[in-house]
C-alpha cells in the first residue's frame, strides 16, 4: 500500500520562486530562490513580517541557529552563508559541503554547471545540508566546518529536509522522484515514505506540531496531509 499525501496550499510566497522553509514560533522563514530575498510569513495568511535582500546566489535552503542567525544554502555559487536575521548583512560565507555536478546532468556536463546544496536544518551545534549532488545529508560542525558525518538518501535529487519526531530521525524529500522519506541518520534506514501528487513539487520543507509545511517553486505554500506513521 503507497501513502499519497492530501496537499493543502495554504498561501502563495510574496517572491516569484520560493526553494526553502523554516518554521519558527514567530512565524514561517522562507528563502526565495527568484530574487534571493528571505521573508518572514504569518503562519495563517502568509502576510510578510520581515523581508531582506541577501547577498545569495539562487538559494534552496534555509534554517535557523540557536542564536537567530540564518543560515542559506546559496545553490549556484555554491556557498553556505550566516546571515544576520536582524540586519540581513551577511556574518560569514562557507563551501557547501555536497557541491558537485547532479546525476541527472552528468552526460551533459559541458551545458551545465556544478551547483551546490539545498535543504538545512540545525540541532545541537551541528548544521545538516541536503545536498543534490552528492545525494548525502552532511553533518558539518559549524566551529570548525568539518564534517563529522553524512548519511545517504533515497532517490538522486534530495532538496528539503525536516526533522521527525523520532529522535535521530529526519525528514527528506525528493523533488524529482516526487517521494518523502523518513531515514534514520546514523545508518539511512528508511522507516516511512509517501508520495506527492504530481503536479505538486515538493522544493522547501519544514516541521510544525508535526505537519510537515511545504513550498512549491512556483509559489504555492501549504502543508501535507499524511499519516505520520507508517502503515505497509
Known amino acids: 500500500m503507497t501513502k499519497i499525501a492530501d496537499v493543502i496550499q495554504v498561501f502563495n510566497c510574496p517572491g516569484p ?3 526553502g522553509l523554516q518554521a519558527t514560533k514567530e512565524g514561517l522563514w522562507v528563502i526565495d530562490q527568484g530574487n534571493n530575498f528571505v521573508y518572514l510569513l504569518n503562519w495563517k ?19 535557523i541557529d540557536d542564536e537567530g542567525n540564518i543560515w542559506i544554502a546559496s545553490t549556484y555559487n555554491c556557498k553556505i552563508y550566516k ?21 541527472t546532468r552528468e552526460h551533459q556536463s559541458e551545458k551545465y554547471q556544478n551547483t551546490g546544496d539545498h535543504g538545512l536544518e540545525w540541532k545541537n551545534g551541528f548544521l545538516y545540508v541536503a545536498s543534490p549532488p552528492s545525494q ?9 566546518w568539518t564534517e563529522v558525518s553524512r548519511t545517504k538518501v533515497p532517490g538522486y535529487r534530495v532538496h528539503g529536509i525536516a526533522w521527525a519526531k523520532e529522535e535521530g530521525n529526519i525528514w527528506a524529500a525528493d523533488t524529482a522522484m516526487g517521494i518523502v522519506t523518513r531515514i534514520r541518520l546514523s545508518d539511512g534506514r528508511v522507516y516511512d515514505s509517501f508520495r506527492v501528487p504530481h503536479p505538486v513539487q515538493i522544493h522547501g520543507m519544514t516541521i510544525k506540531d508535526n505537519v510537515i509545511w511545504y513550498c512549491d517553486d512556483r509559489r504555492p505554500i501549504g502543508y501535507l496531509d499524511v499519516s505520520m506513521e507508517p502503515d505497509f
Open 17 to 19: 520562486k520560493p526553494n
Open 45 to 63: 495568511d502568509g502576510h510578510t513580517l520581515k523581508s531582506f535582500e541577501t547577498e545569495t546566489d539562487k538559494s534552496s535552503g534555509i534554517t
Open 83 to 103: 546571515i544576520d536575521s536582524t540586519s540581513g548583512e551577511t556574518i560569514e560565507i562557507l563551501e557547501s559541503p555536497g557541491q558537485g555536478m547532479n546525476a
Open 136 to 144: 548525502f545529508i552532511h553533518v558539518m560542525d559549524i566551529k570548525s
